[in-house]
DNA sequence: CTCAGTGCAAACGATTTGCAGGGCC
DNA sequence: GGCCCTGCAAATCGTTTGCACTGAG
């Protein structure tokens, strides 16, 4: 009775899957709208908002004034270069450690799939060396 | 000729360095507005934004809506709980290492002083065991 | 048939900006 | 005295919401 199929939301999905960009909702909003024309904002980010809360998709948080979205939710984790702001995907992470007593202590358990990472790009790390 | 120290700016300063909480603009407006109680709020966000670039500050991207400010700029990591939204300061992460061949080749510099890092804090994980 | 989902437009809330006046250097 | 900074108000922009309608189950 709830969570209904609809063509909004499967396609929503499938475009967001097919990019290995990170787009956010007016860029995922430009995307559907070559295939449903008629399709609105706040339908997009309603379904975003769905898709999220589903674990289908996962919503970046690197850029301040407006989310991006990842379509791929094979654990990775993303580089953000706080110079110029590109973001690389990592998907060899399965094994980060990180050696603090005080995380150890406090009883957090990370979910490092989901990790940013901030710091300089090969590009950005040259000129600031 | 640049970047003069108004009375303003250094009060910001030193309210946001006076805490451990980790505030947002508007909660640093009210702070700063009991000391100067004609100050504007956009005087605040203009202010942040220069001690950030400055690097006097960090802002923080946690939250998906507002920002917040840290003015403890003591190389520490974040706990973040995606449940509660509980953030813990982690002070000796000197040595967090990442195994990953991809970062490796990929020439990036990771800054992981100011790495926020996701999950789920002790009572949350608990309930979602 | 029912009600979750949609499209549209208006509302919202955080942040930014234009501008005239103020005060640091 | 120059001009960076401020306070105020209005503008901007990403996101959310109200509402009547639509279509999936």
Redesign the interface.
């Known amino acids: 009775m709830k969570n209904r199929e609809t063509n909004q939301r499967s396609i929503i999905l499938e475009e967001l899957r097919k990019v290995t960009t990170h787009p956010t909702a007016s860029d995922i909003y430009e995307m559907v709208k070559k295939v449903l024309p008629r399709v609105g904002l706040a339908t997009v980010y309603r379904n975003l908002d769905f898709l999220e809360k589903k674990g289908e998709i996962i919503?970046l948080?690197?850029n301040?004034q407006k989310?991006r979205y990842d379509g791929n939710i094979e654990g990775h984790?993303h580089?953000v270069?706080?110079c110029c702001g590109k973001v690389?995907d990592?998907?060899?992470?399965a094994?980060?450690?990180?050696?603090?007593?005080?995380?150890r202590n406090?009883?957090?358990?990370?979910?490092?799939e989901?990790?940013?990472?901030?710091?300089?790009?090969?590009k950005c790390?040259k000129i600031y060396r």
């Open positions: 919503r948080k690197f301040f989310s984790a580089l270069c706080k690389t990592i998907f060899d992470v094994d980060i450690k990180i050696k603090s007593e005080q995380l406090s009883g957090f358990k990370p979910t490092l989901f990790i940013e990472i901030p710091g300089l790009c090969k790390n």
